[in-house]
């Protein structure tokens, strides 16, 4: 039953008010991955976290901050929707990789290396030439392992999220995105992709942003599944959940930040919407209180198990984010050296 299940959605960047929270309560959701920030440096970031931490002393009763998965286990208890930062760009940090573990303390439990375009750290998937990974990008891989930060690839180019997969000694996610099957968009990823993230224990969200399904607006919850059901045969089932990519009632400034930040003067409108500048309509069967319970449904007509269902619309992000959030800092070679001359006898 979908009562029983814990629900996540891997991604949101919605009009965050008391109503929202209400609709997201009502909706049956334990826990969001909301973004944080697109392209804000890292003094942005701050006021960022400031704003919410006001969010979280007026609705008090509704969200709390998630900084572990055992977290959203309380929120769950509580009646209330946990909420989990990410970066779905890597500016915060800017070009100093301390910012990282600075972040992670703050509370940025998940950050892109890259957002459409070339970065610091890895190509863009809207870039014509993919240079891969690049020196700082290593090295911030490594200070991500070792703090619990994870590393998303979801607007990052192909060969960019192959060699983040290989580098990560920590599984990584693509929390909102589509396979390239479904539909040919640059930003959906491609089979080679998806079987190596699963191969390496990450995990891929389905997204409900109609720029990047097959039909668009149009896209039935029918045809949904079945790419859903399509790619869980592919990689198998455990390796799958949802990042909704919802972003209800926002305005067109929002817009035209998360596309071109400050690095163009004319609109960058987006792959599929070169005539349309502003939001898509939203797929009537998401927007409201029952998206995910939709979803459940969905997924069970096209024949998955209860148990297959319910790990997709939440249980698999639990797992992962259990296995990911915590730090390691065995993965920095002095630190496991000093922590090897501790346990020597004297």
């Known amino acids: ?21 209400l609709m997201l309560k009502a909706s049956g959701i334990h826990a969001v991955h909301v973004t944080l ?10 006021t960022r976290f400031a704003e919410w931490e006001q969010r979280f002393e007026q609705n ?50 998940i950050m892109q290396l ?16 993919d240079t891969g990974i690049t020196r700082f990008g290593e090295q911030v891989i490594k200070e991500m392992n070792r703090v619990g930060m994870i590393i998303d690839m979801s607007h990052s180019a192909e060969r960019s999220t192959l060699e983040a997969i290989d580098l990560s000694k920590r599984p990584i996610c693509i929390s909102h995105a589509n396979p390239s099957f479904a539909y040919d968009a640059l930003r959906n990823k491609s089979d080679t992709v998806i079987k190596a993230l699963a191969a390496n224990e990450g995990l891929f969200g389905f997204s409900l942003y109609p720029l990047h399904l097959p039909n668009g607006s149009h896209c039935s919850l029918e045809d949904f599944c079945k790419m859903v059901a399509k790619t869980a045969d592919m990689v ?21 930040w998360m596309r071109n930040g400050r690095w163009s003067k004319k ?13 898509p309509d939203s ?47 065995e993965l920095n070679s002095s630190y496991a050296k000093v922590s090897q001359r501790t346990k020597e006898p004297a």
């Open 114 to 129: 890259s957002y459409n375009n070339q970065s610091l750290l890895a190509t863009g998937c809207y870039e014509k030439h």
């Open 283 to 329: 797929l009537p069967w998401f927007a409201g209180e029952d998206g995910m319970r939709n979803i459940y449904q969905g997924l069970l007509k096209v024949g998955f198990s209860d148990y297959e269902a319910g790990q997709v619309i939440g249980g698999n992000w639990y797992n992962f984010l259990q296995n990911s959030l915590e730090p390691m800092p």
């Open 37 to 46: 920030v697109y392209h804000e440096v890292a003094r942005a970031t701050l």
């Open 236 to 256: 198998s089932v455990e390796h799958l959940g949802i990042g909704s990519d919802l972003c209800l009632n926002q305005s067109q400034s929002v817009l035209e």
């Open 267 to 279: 609109m960058d409108y987006g792959e599929g919407s070169a005539n349309k500048s502003g939001w």
């Open 1 to 21: 039953m979908f009562n029983n299940q814990i629900v996540i959605d891997g991604l949101q960047y919605s009009n965050w008010n008391r109503d929202y929270f």
């Open 60 to 109: 008090s009763d509704l969200i709390m901050p998630v900084y572990r998965a055992l977290d959203i286990q309380k929120a769950k208890e509580l009646g209330k929707v946990g909420i989990l930062f990410g970066a779905q760009n890597c500016s915060s940090i800017e070009d100093e990789i301390g910012l990282v573990s600075v972040m992670r303390k703050q509370g940025l439990a």
